[in-house]
Protein backbone atom coordinates (compact mmCIF):
# COMPACT_ATOMS: atom_id res chain seq x y z
CA UNK A 1 0.00 0.00 0.00
CA UNK A 2 1.54 3.42 -1.09
CA UNK A 3 -0.22 6.44 0.98
CA UNK A 4 0.46 9.61 -1.17
CA UNK A 5 -0.17 13.03 0.33
CA UNK A 6 0.09 16.01 -2.16
CA UNK A 7 1.06 20.21 -0.40
CA UNK A 8 1.81 23.41 -1.70
CA UNK A 9 -1.43 24.36 -3.42
CA UNK A 10 -2.30 27.90 -2.82
CA UNK A 11 -3.41 31.75 -4.42
CA UNK A 12 -1.15 33.07 -7.21
CA UNK A 13 -1.30 35.97 -9.51
CA UNK A 14 -0.96 35.12 -13.17
CA UNK A 15 2.62 35.03 -14.16
CA UNK A 16 3.24 33.68 -10.62
CA UNK A 17 5.11 30.00 -9.29
CA UNK A 18 3.94 27.57 -7.28
CA UNK A 19 5.95 24.15 -6.26
CA UNK A 20 3.88 21.59 -5.08
CA UNK A 21 5.09 18.59 -3.40
CA UNK A 22 4.13 14.81 -3.30
CA UNK A 23 5.35 12.64 -0.04
CA UNK A 24 4.96 8.57 -0.39
CA UNK A 25 4.82 6.12 2.23
CA UNK A 26 6.60 2.64 1.62
CA UNK A 27 9.99 1.78 0.97
CA UNK A 28 9.17 0.86 -2.69
CA UNK A 29 8.90 4.66 -3.93
CA UNK A 30 12.24 4.45 -5.74
CA UNK A 31 10.76 1.84 -8.30
CA UNK A 32 7.48 3.90 -9.28
CA UNK A 33 7.27 5.67 -11.66
CA UNK A 34 5.13 8.94 -10.17
CA UNK A 35 2.55 11.49 -12.06
CA UNK A 36 0.86 14.61 -11.87
CA UNK A 37 -3.03 15.09 -13.17
CA UNK A 38 -4.98 18.02 -12.58
CA UNK A 39 -8.76 18.33 -12.42
CA UNK A 40 -10.72 21.67 -13.36
CA UNK A 41 -14.52 22.52 -11.92
CA UNK A 42 -16.71 20.64 -14.75
CA UNK A 43 -13.63 18.83 -16.29
CA UNK A 44 -12.02 15.65 -16.61
CA UNK A 45 -9.00 15.24 -14.83
CA UNK A 46 -5.99 15.47 -17.13
CA UNK A 47 -2.51 14.69 -17.50
CA UNK A 48 0.01 16.84 -16.15
CA UNK A 49 3.59 15.17 -16.29
CA UNK A 50 5.23 12.32 -15.18
CA UNK A 51 8.62 11.00 -14.17
CA UNK A 52 10.08 7.63 -14.12
CA UNK A 53 11.77 5.79 -11.25
CA UNK A 54 15.38 6.79 -11.91
CA UNK A 55 14.22 10.43 -12.57
CA UNK A 56 16.16 10.30 -15.43
CA UNK A 57 12.61 10.27 -18.42
CA UNK A 58 10.26 13.21 -17.75
CA UNK A 59 6.97 13.61 -19.80
CA UNK A 60 4.79 16.51 -20.07
CA UNK A 61 1.40 17.76 -21.74
CA UNK A 62 1.84 20.22 -24.27
CA UNK A 63 -0.25 22.88 -22.28
CA UNK A 64 2.81 22.97 -19.62
CA UNK A 65 5.89 21.95 -21.27
CA UNK A 66 8.17 24.55 -20.87
CA UNK A 67 6.58 26.61 -18.03
CA UNK A 68 6.64 23.15 -15.78
CA UNK A 69 9.40 20.92 -14.02
CA UNK A 70 8.83 17.51 -12.38
CA UNK A 71 11.77 16.13 -10.40
CA UNK A 72 11.79 13.80 -7.46
CA UNK A 73 14.56 12.91 -4.22
CA UNK A 74 14.43 9.24 -4.15
CA UNK A 75 16.15 9.56 -0.36
CA UNK A 76 13.10 12.12 0.42
CA UNK A 77 10.64 9.53 -0.97
CA UNK A 78 9.22 12.81 -2.58
CA UNK A 79 8.18 14.03 -6.19
CA UNK A 80 7.82 17.75 -7.25
CA UNK A 81 6.20 20.05 -9.37
CA UNK A 82 7.70 23.24 -10.25
CA UNK A 83 5.00 25.53 -11.98
CA UNK A 84 6.43 28.68 -13.28
CA UNK A 85 4.50 31.70 -15.47
CA UNK A 86 1.36 30.81 -14.22
CA UNK A 87 -2.04 30.88 -15.98
CA UNK A 88 -5.63 31.80 -15.10
CA UNK A 89 -6.41 28.04 -17.02
CA UNK A 90 -3.83 26.22 -15.04
CA UNK A 91 -6.57 26.24 -12.12
CA UNK A 92 -7.51 22.83 -10.58
CA UNK A 93 -6.79 20.90 -7.98
CA UNK A 94 -3.54 19.20 -8.40
CA UNK A 95 -3.49 15.42 -7.55
CA UNK A 96 0.01 13.09 -7.55
CA UNK A 97 -0.10 9.66 -8.58
CA UNK A 98 1.88 6.30 -8.30
CA UNK A 99 2.22 3.80 -11.30
CA UNK A 100 3.64 0.60 -10.01
CA UNK A 101 4.49 -0.61 -13.45
CA UNK A 102 6.84 2.41 -13.73
CA UNK A 103 5.30 3.46 -17.24
CA UNK A 104 4.89 7.00 -16.08
CA UNK A 105 2.55 7.14 -19.31
CA UNK A 106 -0.54 10.17 -19.43
CA UNK A 107 -3.10 7.37 -18.53
CA UNK A 108 -5.20 7.74 -15.31
CA UNK A 109 -5.94 4.42 -15.69
CA UNK A 110 -1.80 3.42 -15.64
CA UNK A 111 -1.84 4.41 -11.67
CA UNK A 112 -2.48 2.53 -9.04
CA UNK A 113 -2.22 5.12 -6.00
CA UNK A 114 -3.72 8.64 -5.95
CA UNK A 115 -3.13 11.70 -3.71
CA UNK A 116 -6.41 13.58 -2.15
CA UNK A 117 -5.02 16.28 -4.45
CA UNK A 118 -4.09 20.12 -3.55
CA UNK A 119 -6.12 22.86 -5.05
CA UNK A 120 -4.33 25.51 -7.17
CA UNK A 121 -6.07 28.75 -7.95
CA UNK A 122 -4.50 31.54 -10.26
CA UNK A 123 -5.83 34.76 -10.56
CA UNK A 124 -6.10 37.16 -13.73
Known amino acids: QVQLVESGGGLVQAGGSLRLSCAASGRTFSSYAMGWFRQAPGKEREFVAA????????YYADSVKGRFTISRDNAKNTVYLQMNSLKPEDTAVYYC?????????????????WGQGTQVTVSS
Open 51 to 58: IKWSGRRT
Open 97 to 113: AADTANWAGSSIGEYDY
